[in-house]
């Protein structure tokens, strides 16, 4: 089965800064996404990626997809606070019967200090 | 835009307790998922179903039936319940057929059981 590792598990910056948080998985990735949480509420989408190097931006976060070292990156450039939470890496595998599964990385808490 | 919804966003239940965590999406997507998210693993899925009356087994699926009667909605069920499925739950739905398809979450369930 695939895994997701992320790092770093926790990560604090002060506001302004920029900050990247790496996924790396245990397999090819053919799609890959990003999802934001905030404590104790769902995932909110940010952005997928799909094979072939691809990179997405949306406002000050930007995604890559390495295929060649199975990673994605996501980096916030000039963090604000509204940017804290927890970000989580998912990976799409085939399940059949036509539907994809997400495997989660465990995810890395953002904390940014005014 | 997609809409996720859960009969509850805090449930509090007694061991032996039968549960029902219902889940709701109004957009018409064939596929429904049910994770379990806890500290230090994640996101874990538990069941999901590619299409009505159709139900996969996830990762953990002991202890947890599901239903899924009408197109839109998926409900999570615990026979027994207990204090090991104290957790947080969380319902997502995708679009069947594209590795590609984004899963939209819920706003999730925190479930405690005492």
């Known amino acids: 089965s695939q895994e997701l590792e992320q790092s770093p598990q926790s990560l604090i910056v002060q506001e302004g800064k920029n900050l990247t948080i790496n996924c790396t998985s245990s397999?090819?990735?053919?799609?890959l996404y990003w999802y934001k949480q905030k404590y104790g509420e769902g995932l909110i989408f940010l952005m997928m990626?799909?094979?072939?190097?691809e990179e997405k931006s949306h406002e000050k976060i930007t995604a890559k997809l390495d295929e060649k070292k199975q990673q994605s990156s996501l980096h916030i450039t000039a963090s604000q606070p509204s940017h804290a939470g927890i970000y989580l890496c998912?990976?799409?595998?085939?399940?059949?019967?036509?539907?994809?599964?997400?495997?989660f990385g465990k995810g890395t808490k953002l904390s940014v200090i005014p | 835009d997609v809409k996720v919804t859960q009969s509850s966003r805090y449930l509090v239940k007694r061991t032996g307790e039968k549960v029902f965590l219902e889940c709701v999406q109004d957009?018409?997507?064939?596929?429904m998922f049910w994770y379990r998210q806890d500290p230090g693993l994640g996101l874990r899925l538990i069941y999901f179903?590619?299409?009505?009356?159709?139900?996969e087994k996830g990762d953990i699926p002991e202890g947890y039936s599901v239903s899924r009667e009408k197109k839109e909605r998926f409900s999570l069920i615990l026979e027994s319940a207990s204090t090991n499925q104290t957790s947080m739950y969380l319902c997502?739905?995708?679009?069947?057929?594209?590795?590609?398809?984004?899963?939209?979450f819920g706003p999730g369930t925190r479930l405690t059981v005492l």
């Open positions: 997502a739905s995708s679009i069947a057929g594209i590795y590609t398809d984004t899963q939209y």
């Open positions: 397999k090819t990735l053919y799609g």
């Open positions: 990626l799909q094979k072939g190097g």
């Open positions: 998912g990976a799409s595998s085939y399940s059949g019967a036509g539907s994809y599964q997400l495997t």
């Open positions: 957009m018409d997507h064939e596929n």
């Open positions: 179903s590619y299409d009505v009356k159709m139900k």
